[in-house]
């Protein structure tokens, strides 16, 4: 068959190709034992509040969402971003918490942590920088524990202690069973 009566079939794309774009997003990213710890924490939330786990290799705490980018701007990306003047820092993640209107049912902060802001804001200012678009919404920062949960009150909990070392940037790669993610590349925070 000729190219065009493949075109004809929708076996190969007619016209220009789109370029490839990829999801991505910056984020906070555990180690073992603070996954481990977070995935505890969402057993124990499924039982109050129902709903879905999310599984333990996806927990994350999302700092910038890019959204789809143009996958030959990733190059600039990942050598753009650098020289983060934040150094490492803990969370203490001690406030379970549920949001109706997307029922989802999360792990957060009852203070608020000025390390974390300050790290948010030096990437937004390296995108802008970098000509990257973003969502560029006040940030809350939360871990998704749980989606389609009936939810309640707001619950204290058992606090999980998160040494922040680092950050990524991920691929989101939806799917049917929930989005895989891809981690792209690691950036380190100075440690003393
Ligand atoms: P799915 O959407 O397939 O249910 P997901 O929400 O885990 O899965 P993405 O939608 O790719 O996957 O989102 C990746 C991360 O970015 C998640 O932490 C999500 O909460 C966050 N996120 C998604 N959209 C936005 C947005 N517009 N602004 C800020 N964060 C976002
Ligand atoms: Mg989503």
């Known amino acids: 068959m000729?190219?065009?009566?493949?075109?004809?079939?929708?076996?190969?794309?007619?016209?220009?190709?789109?370029?490839?774009?990829?999801?991505?997003?910056?984020?906070?990213?555990p180690d073992d034992a603070t996954r481990n710890a977070l995935n505890r924490t969402g057993k124990w939330l499924h039982q109050h509040w129902g709903g879905r786990r999310m599984r333990a290799d996806t927990l994350h705490l999302t700092l910038v969402f890019l959204g789809d980018l143009p996958a030959a701007q990733i190059d600039a990306l990942l050598q753009g971003i650098q020289n983060i003047p934040i150094g490492a820092f803990e969370l203490n993640l001690d406030q379970a918490g549920h949001w109706p209107h997307n029922r989802i049912g999360w792990l957060g902060l009852s203070q608020h942590s000025q390390a974390l802001e300050s790290l948010v804001r030096a990437l937004r200012d390296q995108l802008r920088t970098l000509d990257i678009p973003f969502d560029a919404r006040p940030h809350t920062p939360h871990i998704t524990l749980l989606r389609k949960a009936q939810g309640g009150a707001a619950l204290e909990c058992l606090p999980v202690n998160w040494a922040v070392d680092g950050f990524v940037l991920v691929a989101s790669n939806p799917q049917a069973d929930g989005a895989h993610y891809d981690v792209l590349q690691t950036w380190r925070l100075a440690t003393q």
């Open 2 to 29: 000729t190219e065009s009566g493949l075109a004809q079939t929708g076996l190969i794309e007619s016209g220009p190709a789109k370029p490839a774009t990829r999801r991505l997003f910056f984020a906070l990213w």
